[in-house]
């Protein structure tokens, strides 16, 4: 009778668990996400921690950034490039935008454009300001 017992308590919790509103959550499809999608301005401000780590300058104001996009389930899509397309780093960068922006999106895709090409003119007077703080002549 005590066998019987302990495998019905071993698994009631794991009914029980299994119930929980962060398990559904977890489980529904993206459409049922309850929560308000973040704005573009949240998720770009998040942005500015982001730092391309040879230029020592945030990815917003090197101008990177190409669009923003958050679906009704919070997911947001970067259009995103770099300064360049053999850039090793494209990793470093990504963990840093998905750390940024955690608590802020469910989820942070990036699409990686190359179209247009980047270039100096897309840096933000700011941008230009940190790169010749730095000792760069922009």
Request: net charge negative; glycine share 6%.
């Amino acid at each position: 009778m005590t066998e019987n017992a302990t495998p019905e308590a071993s698994t009631k919790p794991a009914t029980e668990a299994s119930t929980k509103p962060a398990t559904e959550v977890s489980t529904k499809p993206a459409t049922e996400v309850s929560t308000k999608p973040a704005t573009e301005e949240e998720v770009r401000e998040a942005l500015y921690d982001v730092v391309d780590p040879e230029l020592g300058i945030d990815v917003v104001n090197l101008g990177l950034i190409y669009g923003i996009h958050i679906d009704d389930a919070n997911i947001a899509t970067l259009d995103m490039t770099l300064t360049s397309a053999a850039c090793p780093l494209t990793d470093v960068i990504e963990d840093q935008a998905k750390s940024a922006t955690d608590g802020i999106v469910n989820e942070l895709r990036i699409n990686w454009v190359w179209m247009p090409p980047w270039g100096p003119d897309k840096i933000t007077d700011d941008g230009r300001e940190q790169l010749r703080a730095l000792g760069f002549n922009v």
